[in-house]
T-cell receptor
Framework: GAVVSQHPSWVICKSGTSVKIECRSLDFQATTMFWYRQFPKQSLMLMATSNEGSKATYEQGVEKDKFLINHASLTLSTLTVTSAHPEDSSFYICSALNWNSYEQYFGPGTRLTVT | TQLLEQSPQFLSIQEGENLTVYCNSSSVFSSLQWYRQEPGEGPVLLVT?????EVKKLKRLTFQFGDARKDSSLHITAAQPGDTGLYLCAGAGNQGGKLIFGQGTELSVKP
């Protein structure tokens, strides 16, 4: 399957600071990428759809000003958690969509801990 | 709104036993994907089924897509401890590439 990388794999930050997570599609150009959040032993919760060259589309209940998404190139999408709080601590996962097969390939995830 | 009901959500079995995980919906999906996820890692795609009635085999794993493309199952034969993990089904519908995820099945295979 296709390879998607995420950086960093884990990050600890203080409350009130901002954290940027990068998602790269290494095998194909991904015009569409997705950002998910996952709580322990639960399924993935879609946060937003990231489209190259346009604004992201956020799911209901997700604050767009808090979770800033930028998809400036065909291989890179970034998620910035602004003014992070302890309740933002979670496992964040991105995926890249292959429009030919409609398959999504996931990154390894980023563990965010806000203290 | 498309929903995908996955069951069971938790399964603990002994090595060598067989098991089946189900995903059901009232909606039709253009394709359905099965993923396996280990703790602290991202989901890994196991298989994609596209055609109604399709059956795909991956070693000891058998995947079926319902004739009406509304449901799917994953059957594992002679489970091994290495099969332990979170299994996720996800349907591709009519929402611009988005996947609708089931709740997940946490499988534990004890030696």
């Amino acid at each position: 399957g296709a390879v998607v990388s995420q950086h960093p794999s884990w990050v600890i930050c203080k409350s009130g600071t901002s954290v940027k997570i990068e998602c790269r599609s290494l095998d194909f150009q991904a015009t569409t990428m997705f950002w998910y959040r996952q709580f322990p032993k639960q399924s993935l919760m879609l946060m937003a759809t990231s489209n190259e060259g346009s604004k992201a589309t956020y799911e209901q209940g997700v604050e767009k000003d808090k979770f800033l998404i930028n998809h400036a190139s065909l291989t890179l999408s970034t998620l910035t958690v602004t003014s992070a709080h302890p309740e933002d601590s979670s496992f964040y996962i991105c995926s890249a969509l292959n429009w030919n097969s409609y398959e999504q390939y996931f990154g390894p995830g980023t563990r965010l801990t806000v203290t | 709104t498309q929903l995908l009901e996955q069951s069971p959500q938790f399964l603990s079995i002994q090595e060598g036993e067989n098991l089946t995980v189900y995903c059901n919906s009232s909606s039709v999906f253009s394709s359905l994907q099965w993923y396996r996820q280990e703790p602290g890692e991202g989901p890994v795609l196991l298989v994609t089924v596209v055609t109604g009635g399709e059956v795909k085999k991956l070693k000891r794993l058998t995947f079926q897509f319902g004739d009406a493309r509304k449901d799917s199952s994953l059957h594992i034969t002679a489970a091994q401890p290495g099969d332990t993990g979170l299994y996720l089904c996800a349907g591709a519908g009519n929402q611009g590439g988005k996947l609708i995820f089931g709740q997940g099945t946490e499988l534990s295979v004890k030696p």
